[in-house]
């Protein structure tokens, strides 16, 4: 919930809603202020619903945007999935409602605005089949219809045409960066064309590098012919010995195979097909149609109560008590022929369940071996695709191993002549130390030399004049290769420019009708849309006028209802009373003593009499109650009173009890220290 709070809040920050909020603020905003809030995001989706939530009723804008959010087929989530609640936490701008929409609205906000541009002209009305009953408004609905589909068609050819990838802003883009390149390729290579003009022989020198270059490409193309020839000659080899390995396998099998062991063969298989196709399958069928059979009956039946399923439960069971009862009377017959037949029986239904077990072990056999030939065809194809042929077999593995053991030995060989060489670089790098030191040597006694001669620097100036000329060489050669390259670059510029020039004609040519046509489409499009516009109104304001209409005779029809309940429940309760009355009647006027007894009036003059006596014994009760009262009141005081002197006399006798105890304990005291 808080990530979800944290992408609400950046995204309504950022343009165009620039709200500037934070996460305690939006989570503190009023009922009012969030749907504020998430109209002016379905306002950046729609822009016909910019509008202030204040000048409209709740209702109008629970029902609007409940309409909107609809039409971008918004999914509550799973707590939300009671459109009642959902309607009702929208109306009370709840949080746990508003935020998900917010949510998923932002994060897919320009593809939710092509959705409602869309649904602007593809979402149909609704019109009544009455209505359509009318010639006028029918061939009005069939245009209305035509037109969307024409629409369609348009919107799907403009959004071809977008995502084509021919976009001629791009194209002359491209045209314009590639001349200007190509100028500056051009200036650069006259610029070349001038420093090298100066150097002697060098168209002579352009010609040979031209060649050379030719001769370079040649040998690459040959060295690839050759390598691919190679790779070919390989997989023929491969083939030939595949091909030759399955020759010899099926040369053995027919070697093997004889007539009669393919004839017995044949006959097995035949044997097992023919169980499977007369025996096994048809009871598998039967039982498949006998259990959808059941099924049909099930389905189609109603819904049962538990009064129902309690009375199949007692008819189950009480079938199986007969069912029990009719064994226990077949064993207590025992008749010894059906004791023959019944081992005979025993045997043969073993004998089939042994047969129908193999049946179903040579199914499965048969399922495993068809996966596994499938999985060894998709592994065939893979290895092909991966390899570019099929697996390797035994002769070529072990064809491979013999190449991989000589390649040992020439690597082993190899490896040999490179110690070999590691150890002469050793020796040659001493002699180089050596000479070095003796050239160093010999420079000095040079320059000694120099120096008696009056001519010291002879040397370093040749050998100086010795490097730059060598570097000039180098230059040369250098701008050579550099000056052939522009001149090879120039070229294929060139050439891609034209190929792109070439290319684009029949396209431009192609896109100026298409032009004309969007123009011409795109003019007819506003016209049917302001029809539509216009249509689209009137029949809306139609529907609003018949919905209040409906809403006004259903409020009506609810009253009346109600009355006519009302009216009908005091019809029943008067008519209860008069029949009660006239039973009433009835039974007074009766001449019957016994009759009379049984009637209202009777049984509450009986009540009334009960009451009356037990009203004037209670009174005769309250009278004794009240005479006796002063002498009973003085009774218990003067029994509390000789309460209080019994539990004083106690506690005098307590306390002597306990003085004449302490008393003994003291004189015994006195009389043990006169014996010591």
């Known amino acids: 919930m808080g990530e979800q709070l944290k992408f609400i809040v950046e995204q309504l920050n950022k343009d165009p809603f620039k709200k500037n909020f934070n996460l305690i603020k939006f989570d503190s905003?009023?009922?009012?202020?969030?749907?504020?809030?998430?109209?002016?995001?379905?306002?950046?989706?729609?822009?016909?619903?910019?509008?202030?939530?204040?000048?409209?009723?709740?209702?109008?804008?629970?029902?609007?945007?409940?309409?909107?959010?609809?039409m971008l087929k918004y999914k509550p989530p799973g707590n939300l999935s009671d459109v009642s609640s959902f309607r009702q936490g929208l109306v009370m701008g709840s949080k746990p409602v508003i935020h998900p929409i917010l949510h998923w609205l932002l994060q897919r906000v320009p593809e939710l605005k092509k959705r409602a541009y869309l649904a602007r002209f593809l979402m149909k009305l609704e019109v009544p089949a009455e209505f359509l009953q009318d010639d006028v408004i029918n061939d009005t609905y069939h245009q209305y219809e035509e037109l969307v589909e024409a629409f369609k068609t348009c919107h799907k050819e403009c959004e071809q045409l977008r995502t084509s990838g021919f976009s001629t802003a791009e194209i002359r883009r491209d045209i314009s960066a590639m001349e200007e390149e190509k100028d500056h390729l051009i200036k650069r290579v006259e610029r070349l064309k001038k420093r090298v003009e100066s150097v002697p022989n060098h168209q002579r020198m352009l010609e040979l590098a031209r060649q050379l270059r030719v001769e370079k490409e040649r040998e690459e193309s040959l060295a690839q012919q050759k390598q691919e020839q190679k790779n070919q000659l390989f997989q023929a080899?491969?083939?030939?010995?595949?091909?030759?390995?399955?020759?010899?396998?099926?040369?053995?099998?027919?070697?093997?195979?004889?007539?009669?062991?393919l004839m017995k063969r044949l006959e097995e298989e035949v044997k097992i097909n023919t169980y499977m196709v007369t025996e096994k399958l048809p009871k598998e069928l039967d039982s498949k149609r006998r259990m959808v059979q059941f099924l049909q009956k099930v389905v189609s039946k109603p819904a049962m109560g538990q009064a129902e399923l309690q009375e199949l439960e007692d008819n189950i069971k009480e079938v199986n008590t007969q069912i029990n009862q009719l064994s226990e009377k077949r064993m207590m017959r025992n008749d010894p022929m059906d004791d023959k037949l019944t081992l005979f029986r025993q045997q043969a239904s073993i004998?089939?369940?042994?047969?129908?077990?193999?049946?179903?072990?040579?199914?499965?056999?048969?399922?495993?071996?068809?996966?596994?030939?499938?999985?060894?065809?998709?592994?065939?194809?893979?290895?092909?695709?991966?390899?570019?042929d099929e697996v390797i077999r035994g002769d070529e593995l072990k064809r491979l191993v013999v190449k991989l053991r000589s390649k040992g030995t020439v690597y082993k060989k190899k490896r040999q002549e490179m110690a070999e060489l590691k150890a002469e670089y050793g020796v040659l790098q001493r002699t180089e130390e050596i000479l070095k030191q003796r050239h160093e040597s010999i420079q000095q006694q040079l320059q000694s030399i120099e120096a008696q001669k009056g001519i010291s620097g002879y040397s370093d100036t040749q050998e100086e004049l010795e490097r730059v000329s060598a570097i000039k060489s180098?230059?040369?050669?250098?701008k050579g290769r550099t000056l052939d390259d522009m001149s090879e670059m120039?070229?294929?510029?060139?050439?891609?420019?034209?190929?792109?020039?070439?290319?684009?004609?029949?396209?431009?040519?192609?896109?100026r009708p298409l032009r004309q046509q969007c123009q011409e489409l795109t003019q007819e499009y506003e016209e049917k849309k302001s029809q539509y516009e216009s249509c689209a109104t009137g029949l809306e304001s139609n529907r609003s006028k018949l919905?209040?209409?409906?809403?006004?005779?259903?409020?009506e029809t609810t009253q009346e209802e109600n009355r006519y309940h009302y009216v009908n429940c005091m019809k029943q309760i008067i008519e209860v009373q008069m029949q009660q009355a006239a039973e009433e009647t009835k039974a007074y006027v009766s001449s019957d003593p016994q009759e009379r007894k049984?009637?209202?009036?009777?049984?509450?003059?009986?009540?009334?009499?009960?009451?009356?006596?037990l009203g004037k014994k209670l009174?005769?009760?309250?009278?004794?109650?009240?005479?006796?009262?002063?002498?009973n009141m003085k009774q218990i005081k003067m029994w509390s009173d000789l309460e209080q002197l019994m539990e004083c006399k106690r506690q005098c006798f307590v306390r002597a009890q306990s003085q004449a105890s302490i008393g003994q304990v003291i004189q015994e005291g006195g009389e043990d220290r006169l014996v010591l």
């Open 29 to 70: 905003l009023e009922p009012m202020q969030l749907l504020q809030v998430l109209n002016d995001v379905l306002a950046e989706i729609e822009p016909k619903q910019t509008i202030d939530i204040r000048e409209e009723m709740p209702e109008q804008t629970a029902k609007r945007m409940f309409t909107v959010i609809g």
């Open 237 to 261: 080899e491969q083939r030939l010995q595949r091909s030759r390995q399955q020759l010899n396998d099926l040369r053995k099998a027919a070697a093997d195979a004889s007539p009669e062991s």
């Open 351 to 388: 004998i089939i369940r042994k047969k129908e077990a193999k049946a179903e072990e040579l199914q499965e056999a048969r399922e495993e071996l068809a996966a596994a030939e499938r999985t060894l065809a998709k592994r065939k194809s893979t290895a092909r695709d991966v390899d570019g």
């Open 474 to 478: 180098e230059l040369d050669d250098v």
């Open 490 to 511: 120039v070229k294929k510029l060139n050439s891609m420019i034209v190929e792109k020039k070439s290319a684009l004609a029949p396209i431009i040519k192609e896109l």
């Open 547 to 555: 919905e209040q209409e409906v809403k006004a005779l259903r409020e």
């Open 598 to 613: 049984k009637t209202i009036r009777e049984l509450y003059m009986k009540n009334i009499a009960e009451q009356e006596s």
């Open 619 to 631: 009174r005769e009760t309250q009278k004794a109650v009240r005479e006796s009262h002063g002498p």
